[in-house]
């Protein structure tokens, strides 16, 4: 009955399925009552689109992945600020040239901006991590400024660890920028989707070939049984794509993986706006690490405004949910495990930003699954 089977309909089941309908039968599941994932996004009671899952803002520098998904969506231009509150001042974030001169009086600013240059060419990303080596007694003080200003105590809050026991590519993120672009991403697409993610992938997931069944999970629909699989009690032949956690596939028997969850505390107020820009980052006070006020990204006639505290949390498996790997020695080699373990299980491939326990952006999610389709199609 089906060719293909599909498990997740987040941002990268949503493009395997859309794939995979042109020319076969595809089975959708998604265990949420709603398609998108952790894009999911809603018009909230005072007018305003708010994204559930925390703040997704889509960035790329591939042109193919924005020519793709712009066949689902028209697109509002929007390049994402950040500003951090640093000694009780709101300034550009990523720590750039012109952060320069809103943290430090204008001499010291000046010296700082010119032992940069003197040791960094114009426009060059330098991760926070590396600036701290710096061989230079101006770099270092600039270096220990920023990493005790806007990275330690929000990592801590976030992570629940120092940045230096992290990934390094996860500080990287928001590297020192030696430049004047006050913009969060430098990427040559930005943008949001005109009239939501949701939407978005509903479009993509309307065709003839696709079933999709909400409120369903895996284990439900699936039965795994000596290395075959049974779809609804009859034996299944094809491809499964599955986007989940591994560790629930293989029902935790090599441990459950570590994430980090947030707790997503919604607010409507009274005013017509509360901050001035889209985020703002709280690095060292209070015990959100930011607040998002969505009518920036997606702008609304609304007397109200509707804003998001991040609270970091542990994550507990059937509790909350997991947003960011914590790529600990133990769950690297939990993952290995269970990768070893799907091995069992030909038909099965996985994919996206749980399955392949992955920090992936969009872009990266939607560039995978493609690739996913180009290998598998025939
Ligand atoms: N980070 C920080 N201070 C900031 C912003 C980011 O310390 O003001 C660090 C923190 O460890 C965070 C990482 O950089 O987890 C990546 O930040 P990004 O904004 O990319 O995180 P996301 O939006 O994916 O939650």
């Known amino acids: 009955m089906f060719d293909v089977m599909i498990v997740g309909a987040g941002i990268s089941g949503a493009v395997l399925a859309e794939r995979f309908a042109q020319d076969k039968k595809v089975l959708l599941i998604e265990r949420r009552q709603h398609i998108g994932g952790n894009c999911y996004d809603k018009i909230d009671s005072n007018g305003i689109l708010i994204h559930k899952y925390g703040p997704h803002l889509f960035h790329t520098d591939d042109a193919e992945i924005w020519q793709y998904l712009s066949k689902f969506t028209e697109w509002q ?9 640093i000694d009780g001042q709101p300034v550009p974030i990523p720590f750039n ?6 943290v430090f009086p204008q001499n010291l600013a000046a010296r700082l901006e010119i032992s940069l240059l003197n040791n960094f060419e114009y426009g060059k990303k330098i991760p926070i991590l590396e600036l701290k080596n710096a061989n230079d007694a101006d770099l270092q003080f600039l270096a220990d400024f920023v990493y005790e200003k806007i990275f330690l105590h929000y990592t801590e809050k976030q992570w629940n660890l120092t940045p230096d026991k992290i990934d390094g590519a996860v500080t990287a993120r928001v590297p020192i920028s030696i ?16 009239n939501g993610y949701t939407a978005m992938i509903q479009k993509m997931l309307t065709h003839k070939n696709i079933k999709l069944m909400l409120n369903t999970n895996f284990s439900e629909v699936a039965t795994l049984r000596d290395g075959k699989i049974y779809l609804f009690d009859s034996e299944f032949n094809g491809k499964i794509f599955y986007t989940g956690m591994l560790d629930e596939l293989f029902n935790y028997k090599f441990g459950a993986l570590e994430y980090r969850s947030v707790n997503m505390k919604f607010e409507m107020l009274d005013v017509e706006n509360f901050q001035t820009a889209a985020t703002v980052n709280y690095p060292n006070n209070y015990e959100f690490t930011r607040i998002t006020e969505f009518k920036h990204i997606h702008p609304a006639k609304s007397a109200r405004t509707t ?15 997991p947003y960011y790997p914590v790529f600990t020695d133990a769950a690297k080699t939990a ?19 749980l399955a392949e326990y992955r920090y992936f952006d969009m872009d990266d999610a939607v560039k995978r699954a493609l690739e996913i389709h180009a290998e598998f199609k025939n």
């Not at 040239?97 to 809103?102: C, G, P």
């Not at 993952?335 to 994919?351: F, H, M, R, W």
């Open 179 to 194: 430049s004047r672009d006050d913009r969060y991403f430098s990427d040559r697409f930005q943008a949001v989707p005109k």
């Open 77 to 85: 231009i929007y390049q994402h600020k950040v500003l951090a509150m």
């Open 307 to 321: 804003i998001l505290k991040e609270y970091p949390q542990n994550y507990y498996v059937g509790k909350n949910e």
């Open 97 to 102: 040239l012109n952060t320069l001169y809103k």
């Open 335 to 353: 993952y290995t495990k269970y990768l070893d373990e799907l091995k069992n299980c030909p038909q099965i491939k996985a994919v996206g930003r």
